[in-house]
């Protein structure tokens, strides 16, 4: 979000002043100023007992990084998608509908075959990626500022978040009509399992860009 010119230099002649944070953060919006521009305009600048207001690193946009952040959210939702498949085939497997089985049965190996293979392919590839992703950061913390990242974060944290809504919505639906079988919450269990994991993780990591740019 562009913050406003004449916001910020309110906020950089506040701080360099020695006006609390907190004191300029009321003051503004009391003014009418939305907590939201007041919050981007104070981030915009760390906290530091410089006598000068310090700014931190803008948001960039690197073709590299989008390059690289392409290939390795491209590999999480592959490995995502045959890990969950994997464990469905071995669901249908375990727990069979008889009238359908032995029709099933090689369909089903053919396609563990295929998610097996896509697994070896893409999560090695998604490991490499997000370690040489983290080492980046590490020498250089300005790096987490990357638009690609965020926006391809944020797309991450929607989908994980629709497929949890959209899987207990599904699983409550099921239950409340008398449908519910073992080999349909086990997969229910494992969408959300899974979802969840990719939602916590991504969520987590948001935060630590937030902690970082007002520590």
Known sequence: MAINDELLGFVKEALARGTPRSEIKNTLQEAGWRPDQVGSALAAFARSDFPIPVPVPKPYLSARDAFVYLVLFTTLYLTTFHFG???????????????????????????????????????????????????SIKRDPSKRASKVRKWLTYMTLF????????????????FLGGEMSLRFAL????????????????????????????A
Not at 159 to 174: E, N, P, Q
Not at 187 to 211: C, M, N, P
Request: hydrophobic fraction near 50%; glycine fraction near 6%; charged fraction near 15%.
């Open 187 to 214: 997969k229910a269990i494992t969408v959300a399992s899974i979802a969840g994991g990719i939602f916590g993780y991504y969520l987590w990591d948001l935060r630590q860009d937030e902690r970082g740019t007002t």
């Open 159 to 174: 989908v994980a978040a629709a497929v949890i809504i959209g899987d207990l919505t599904w699983l409550v639906y099921s």
């Open 85 to 135: 498949r994997l464990i469905f085939q071995f669901i249908n497997l375990g727990l069979p509908d008889l009238a359908e089985f032995y029709d099933y049965v090689d369909s089903a190996h053919q396609a563990i075959r295929f998610s097996i293979s896509s697994l070896i392919i893409a999560f090695p590839i998604f490991l490499y990626l997000s370690w040489q992703i983290r080492r």
